[in-house]
């Protein structure tokens, strides 16, 4: 399998492709990752050293990307956080053309704007680029609880209504919606749940919160969802090895005491998922 993968790098610590790279290689996917920004560190910090790259740069990338004749063998285009709109332009270029060459080819978009605590923290631009140009274009996206409900203009709050507001989503384009951070008041208290939906059906799985903020993890989450779903056509499978890996990486983290993803150090969490929680279907 090969993923052409357009996100943000990172020299320190782990987000964008540097958090999505690794743990596809190491379930044996062939990635050709592309940059739009090469910082010291993600932004989090507050403070970071290093170039956004100009989309006409990195449309140059893909360009020869394409002149090498690799196009009609990648099976995935994976995007994440875009910054800017030259960004996305370029990223939807890109996936009509490596589609045109594949028409198999999947397009997965993360469509980044912000969370529940922290509201939307990208540019006003960047919502209204997502919900009008990109997400329509999209095969699969991997929006949390908060980005879902403000692609589809709704405020999901418990199964139900989140199961309505993927739909809403899955009526712009996409067919698969995998909900990253699924909050109910009726769940158990200490606990999360990440929801997928198809054509085919809908499947939920719950895991324990671990109380901790991990930039990358969506990026890593997006990353695998997409690999293993497009390797067995299966989304309650492809679910529960995501949420199998993810977990075991934040719960590491977690123990570690270190602020960044312990994502080298939790790569037999990848190659060998533990499969620890239940898949349950809820349509």
């Known amino acids: ?7 943000s790098a990172v020299a320190y610590g782990h987000v964008g492709n540097s958090a999505a790279v690794f743990p596809l290689q190491r379930i044996g996917v062939e990635v050709l990752p592309v940059y739009t920004v090469n910082f010291s560190n993600h932004t989090g910090y507050g403070a970071w050293r290093g170039p956004l790259i100009s989309p006409a740069d990195v449309a140059e990338v893909l360009t020869g990307i394409e002149e090498r004749g690799v196009f009609p063998q990648i099976d995935a285009v994976l995007s994440g956080y875009q910054g800017s709109e030259g960004i996305g332009d370029v990223i939807l270029d890109a996936v009509a053309r490596v589609k045109a060459a594949n028409p198999a080819a999947v397009y997965a978009c993360d469509p980044v704007m912000g969370n529940a605590k922290s509201g939307c923290f990208v540019a006003p631009a960047i919502p209204v680029l997502l919900r009008e140009r990109v997400v329509p274009a999209a095969d699969i996206i991997t929006p949390n609880q908060f980005e879902l409900g403000f692609l589809t203009g709704t405020e999901p709050a418990d199964l139900e209504s989140t199961l ?15 909900v990253t951070s699924v909050e109910r008041p009726d769940a158990p208290e200490g606990t999360i749940e990440m929801l997928a939906v198809t054509d085919d059906g809908a499947w939920i799985v719950q895991t324990p919160r671990i109380p901790m903020k991990a930039n990358g993890s969506g990026d890593v989450t997006a990353a695998l969802f997409t690999a293993h779903y497009g390797a067995t056509g299966d989304p309650a499978l492809a679910l529960a090895r995501t949420v199998s890996s993810v ?13 960044e993803l312990q994502l080298v150090e939790s790569q037999g969490a990848y190659a060998h998922p533990r499969m620890q929680f239940e898949v349950t279907r809820v349509r």
């Open 247 to 259: 977990f075991d990486l934040l719960q590491n983290t977690y123990d570690s005491g270190e602020r």
């Open 1 to 7: 399998m090969k993923i052409l993968s357009i996100q």
């Open 164 to 178: 309505v507001s993927a739909d809403l989503a899955r009526d712009m384009g996409p067919r698969t919606v995998l």
